[in-house]
T-cell receptor, first 112, second 117 residues
């Protein structure tokens, strides 16, 4: 199974600090995506990084991908209370773009 | 951006009854939709891939007779939880892929919370 692991499982920081979450996966991928989920809600797409990319930025988000280590990290800079949510990475199956497999998620709490 | 809706947003039912959940792509056509299940404080687990006009393909360990999927049009897929039991209580989320876009992108619905008493 491609299902990945994320760490930490939970992260609590003060507003203004940076938050780093890591994701590891098991098999080859075409791309990796990060999603955010507020409690009991649907998913919001944050950023996609392709297997031939090493780093990508979007606003306060920075994503890295290390295919040799089969891992990715999501950095949220200057965090805000509104960033409080669960964050998941999702990878496709190398031979099948269609299917997404989600990591275990990191629950981020940003204290005001 | 593309919008996917789910109906109902939450449902409570008695054990033994069947529950139908709809997933609609509102402003695009989707030949492929996906159904996920999420237990409290856990990640999303892919249950099945719904293909318009053909049978759904199920992930290992997911009972096809328990979770019936129908994808009768390019904008609608339904998941029916048959003879629901309390252990089926979960958050069910669908996603859809726009036929006009690349294969990388899936648009997610807001989810349906099912509680079986």
């Amino acid at each position: 199974s491609q299902q990945g692991e994320e760490d930490p499982q939970a992260l609590s920081i003060q507003e203004g600090e940076n938050a780093t979450m890591n994701c590891s996966y098991k098999t080859s991928i075409n791309n990796l995506q990060w999603y955010r989920q507020n409690s009991g809600r649907g998913l919001v797409h944050l950023i996609l990084i392709r297997s031939n990319e090493r780093e990508k930025h979007s606003g306060r988000l920075r994503v890295t991908l290390d295919t040799s280590k089969k891992s990715s990290s999501l950095l949220i800079t200057a965090s805000r209370a509104a960033d409080t949510a669960s964050y998941f990475c999702a990878t496709d199956e190398g031979s099948n773009f269609n299917k997404f497999y989600f990591g275990s998620g990191t629950k981020l709490n940003v204290k005001p | 951006g593309a919008v996917v809706s789910q109906h109902p947003s939450r449902v409570i039912c008695k054990s033994g009854t069947s529950v139908k959940i709809e997933c609609r792509s509102l402003d695009f056509q989707a030949t492929t939709m996906f159904w996920y299940r999420q237990f409290p404080k856990q990640s999303l687990m892919l249950m099945a891939t719904s293909n318009e006009g053909s049978k759904a393909t199920y992930e290992q360990g997911v009972e096809k007779d328990k979770f019936l999927i129908n994808h009768a049009s390019l904008t609608l897929s339904t998941l029916t939880v048959t003879s629901a039991h309390p252990e089926d209580s979960s958050f069910y989320i669908c996603s859809a892929r726009d036929v006009a876009e690349n294969q990388e992108t899936q648009y997610f619905g807001p989810g349906t919370r099912l509680l079986v008493l």
